[in-house]
């Protein structure tokens, strides 16, 4: 079982559907992450959720509404999205969000999401 | 704010040598972690290496090194030894080790390494 598994792997949909992408970390880690990654950018950091409380908003759009049921599970619910929303996303978690010392943060797959 | 540059946007390497990818930070803070991922065309971000600021000795892992130069303020990956299964795209970060743990991520350099 794989640390971080998130689904679905590939989704396509229209800028007027509603979908959700989905993270599970089998870690025992208390902080997850949502990451965007675009071409030729580096990761951009959306959220970050620490024991289930949202402790930082990167100024992401509305369209994108993060949720936290527990510490092993994170979504990302998706609305009215734009073409430039195109882009793999990924999930990531860590023992806690408190910096200091070997504490990598580990990924997931990523959702490689396409706006028609 | 902290910033990473990776100034390679791709490399090459024959199988079975050695290849530095090169790394440099900007931050005032003394206290940071540096990390080196790699990212395979399936997508995952793989954790390779850890340097913290602090730490004396370069960090090595298997055939990963790290060249950590604190004054030149540059974090370059060693790899050695490469192997075909070392295509992939290596993205260089740091963290800040006060408040919470924000990663900052370079734009990444592609290695493809040939037989």
């Known amino acids: 079982e794989t640390g971080v598994t998130q689904t679905p792997r590939h989704l396509v949909m229209g800028m007027t559907n509603k979908k959700s992408l989905k993270c599970e970390q089998h870690l025992g880690h208390n902080a997850m992450y949502w990451y965007k990654q675009s071409a030729k950018k580096p990761l951009e950091l959306m959220f970050v959720y620490s024991l289930e409380e949202r402790v930082e908003n990167n100024s992401v759009p509305s369209r994108f509404s993060p949720e936290c049921p527990n510490s092993s599970h994170l979504f990302l619910h998706l609305h009215t999205l734009q073409p430039e929303d195109s882009a793999l996303y990924l999930c990531?978690?860590?023992?806690?969000?408190?910096?200091?010392?070997?504490?990598?943060?580990?990924f997931g797959d990523g959702t490689r999401l396409s706006i028609l | 704010a902290q910033k990473i540059t990776q100034t390679q946007p791709g490399m090459f390497v024959q199988e079975k040598e050695a290849v530095t990818l090169d790394c440099t930070y900007d931050?005032?803070?003394?206290?940071?972690?540096l990390f080196w991922y790699k990212q395979p065309s399936s997508g995952e971000m793989i954790f390779l290496i850890y340097?913290?600021?602090?730490?004396?000795q370069n960090a090595t892992e298997g055939r990963y090194s790290l060249n950590f130069q604190k004054a030149r303020k540059s974090a370059n990956l060693v790899i050695s030894a490469s192997q075909l299964g070392d295509s992939a795209m290596y993205f260089c970060a740091m963290r800040l080790n006060t408040g919470f743990q924000k990663l900052v991520f370079g734009t990444g350099t592609r290695l493809l390494v040939s037989p």
């Open positions: 340097q913290g600021s602090y730490d004396q």
């Open positions: 990531a978690s860590s023992q806690s969000t408190g910096g200091a010392g070997n504490q990598p943060q580990h």
């Open positions: 931050t005032s803070d003394p206290s940071y972690g």
